[in-house]
């Protein structure tokens, strides 16, 4: 038995034709959209707070009506995303609403939640949990600003049990994002959740296609030859035996080799012997990579050992404002001119009595985008000023964007054009790395035809019997 899973997002912002296009040229079972990172929690909180019906990746709209042809012609294929983001149920009415509207009211949607720990954080600090900092090990209980988000990594078994509940469409918060590919694999090949090894391959074949086009040539050293403007997103072939073959659709640009594989299953793991997932321990350096044909690459033998009873949380704070500016200086003494500019800009700053808490100056263009290893070309003739300030005052970042507009009669001649001549004021959220127990987590799955989560307002009740009981629910969960 073999399942094709192939991933049309890697993160949000990630090109909105791929899944359509991944769907179209290729046969899949699942597609899997992948849209988080601890900014981008941060950033849908900050939308919720302005609208509580808000607070998802909303690119998933455009790609879900994109889609609705594709999901209307194949009755097997189905979709499994983070996109719920801080608000995953406001998200599956928004995409109810859609699929309704495209005459498929009745294709059931999975809600999966209960990894927002921010309503819960007194009550667990309360029953002794520290949520001591992973880098100082100070506890959060030493925090005076604003919490903004805190959600922990949930895992693989409450996408497979809506999945088994006949969902078709699977709507998560904050999950790790390899479990968007396991949820699918345990699903269908009935595998155990204490076989660590079978846990460990899905895994693997999860990691390797989560940064989509990563996998296929995007962001590779090999870059000029890969036609990228058309690059192919990946597709991951499970076989029940845990192996995996990642592959592309045929006739598409980018390329799948030995070395993109192997280049992605080494992105963001940390100790390779221990990339902790809260579905497995997985140890990557037992991992066998071979090509198999023309873009097609076999990977076996992951090893797999009991999941941490620790689950990573995503919580971000609120630590003051920031901003900056930026000037395109021009001329044969550019350098000198805008080192002066800057000068000018913060000598005005202290006139005012302004102060802050951090500030930063770049000359991009003059070799500091890798600073100490390149300097400025020769016969430099422009550069791009860029000054930075973070305080916690909002009106004194607030002043510093207004002194780049004056420079155009009272700086240095040879100021081309502003770039960013008047900076926009931005909240800094800030990052608060820790754990949380397993044994505190609740998730909660709901799974409604689409055209009932159009009118429905109400989170789920939690139903420990059928989350905690596979025979409940049925194989592989």
């Not at 192997?262 to 350096?285: K, N, S």
């Not at 500019?341 to 808490?357: D, F, M, S, T, V």
């Not at 909660?444 to 989350?467: K, Q, Y």
Request: aromatic share 6%.
């Amino acid at each position: 038995m073999t399942i094709r899973i192939g991933n049309g997002a890697g993160f949000w912002g990630d090109n909105l034709d791929a899944p359509r296009r991944l769907v179209e040229s290729a046969e899949l079972d699942y597609l899997t959209l992948e849209y988080l990172a601890e900014l981008t929690l941060s950033i849908l909180a900050r939308l919720r707070e302005k609208d509580p019906q808000a607070g998802y990746a909303h690119d998933f709209l455009p790609v879900l009506q994109s889609l609705a042809p594709a999901l209307a012609a194949q009755p097997k294929l189905k979709l499994v995303t983070n996109a719920g983001g801080m608000n995953p149920h406001a998200c599956a009415r928004a995409a109810a609403a859609s699929l309704t509207a495209a005459g498929l009211g009745d294709l059931p949607i999975g809600v999966v939640a209960g990894d927002d720990l921010a309503p819960r954080l007194a009550e667990l600090q309360a029953a002794g949990h520290a949520f001591n900092n992973l880098d100082d090990g100070r506890p959060l209980s030493d925090l005076k600003q604003p919490i903004v988000s805190a959600n922990a990594y949930l895992g693989a078994q409450p996408i497979a049990a809506a999945l088994v509940g006949g969902a078709r469409i699977v709507i998560t918060g904050r999950v790790a994002d390899a479990s968007l590919t396991v949820g699918p694999a345990m699903r269908e090949f009935g595998w155990s959740w204490t076989d660590w090894d079978k846990l460990a391959a899905a895994s693997v074949a999860g990691h390797l296609i989560e940064c989509g086009a990563q996998a296929t040539g995007g962001y590779f050293t090999g870059w000029d030859t890969n036609d990228l403007a058309n690059v192919g997103y990946p597709i991951a072939e499970l076989e029940a035996d845990g192996s995996t073959t990642i592959t592309q659709p045929p006739n598409s640009g980018g390329r799948v080799t030995r070395d993109t594989v192997r280049a992605q299953l080494v992105y963001e793991i940390g100790d390779p012997r221990h990339y902790l997932t809260p579905d497995v321990d997985c140890d990557f350096t037992s991992v066998s990579i071979a090509e198999a044909g023309a873009n097609r690459v076999h990977v076996v033998g992951a090893r797999g050992a009991p999941a941490p009873d620790t689950l990573k949380v995503s919580l971000a704070y609120r630590d003051g404002f920031m901003a900056d500016g930026r000037l395109l200086v021009y001329g044969d003494d550019c350098l000198t001119k805008a080192e002066a500019c800057a000068n000018i800009i913060w000598a005005k700053l202290r006139q005012a009595g302004y102060e802050y808490a951090r500030t930063n100056m770049e000359l991009l263009g003059a070799g500091q985008a890798v600073p100490g290893l390149a300097r400025p070309p020769a016969g430099l003739r422009e550069v791009v000023l860029r000054l930075a300030v973070h305080d916690p005052r909002r009106e004194a970042v607030e002043r510093f964007t207004r002194e780049f507009a004056p420079l155009a009669t009272s700086g240095p001649a040879g100021l081309a054009g502003y770039t960013q001549a008047r900076g926009e004021v931005r909240p800094v959220f800030a990052y608060w790395p820790t754990l949380v127990p397993r044994k505190f987590l609740r998730p909660t799955i709901e799974v409604l035809p689409a055209h009932t989560w159009a009118t429905h307002s109400t989170a789920p009740t939690i139903n420990s019997e059928r989350r905690n009981n596979p025979s409940a629910t049925g194989k592989g969960v």
